[in-house]
């Protein structure tokens, strides 16, 4: 009887367990954060270049660096990984497969397509200002997602060699 009631508290913390944050939350929330900002001065740019083009040209630039060494990590990440577990490059940095859970997966990828259009638009309508500077932030989200996928990222277990 008493082993009854063991197995029905571990039932009920690991789905308590289940049911807390998924990992990364702040990761994910950074990435919408980043992808915010450059909607919104994607729009303000495109709109008054003027007055808002080199705002945008800087926050660019400065989520082209940070997605920059966001995928220097990433990948420094999935280096180490690769020694016990078999890391792929889309699990890695698209979170391709069952890498991630499918709102985490989900969410990364729209922001990064949400970022390529905001910034291809306005590029688009003002080719030949600070405003073409957007096209390099989308490395953000990119650089975010594989960070993610390389701190938290399950992986399949890399198998044994065999000594022959």
Do not use: C
């Not at 989308?138 to 975010?144: N, T």
């Amino acid at each position: 009887m008493a082993d009854d009631e063991v197995d029905a508290t571990e039932r009920a913390v690991r789905t308590d367990a289940d049911d807390g944050p998924e990992p990364g939350g702040g990761l994910v929330n950074a990435t919408f954060l980043g992808t915010g900002a450059l909607v919104a001065t994607s729009a303000a740019a495109a709109v008054a270049p003027n007055a808002f083009g080199a705002v945008h040209a800087v926050l660019s630039i400065g989520l082209f660096v940070v997605g920059t060494g966001a995928l220097l990590w990433a990948y420094a990440l999935g280096v180490s990984r690769s020694r016990t577990e078999l890391v792929t490059v889309p699990g890695l940095f698209f979170l391709a497969g069952e890498v991630a859970p499918q709102a985490t997966r989900r969410a990364m990828r729209i922001a990064t397509a949400v970022e390529v259009v905001a910034v291809v638009v306005a590029a688009s309508i003002r080719p030949y200002s600070e405003v073409a500077f957007g096209v390099l932030a989308p490395m953000y989200g990119l650089g975010m997602m594989g960070v993610w996928g390389g701190r938290y990222g399950e992986f399949p277990a890399r198998p044994l060699k065999s000594s022959e």
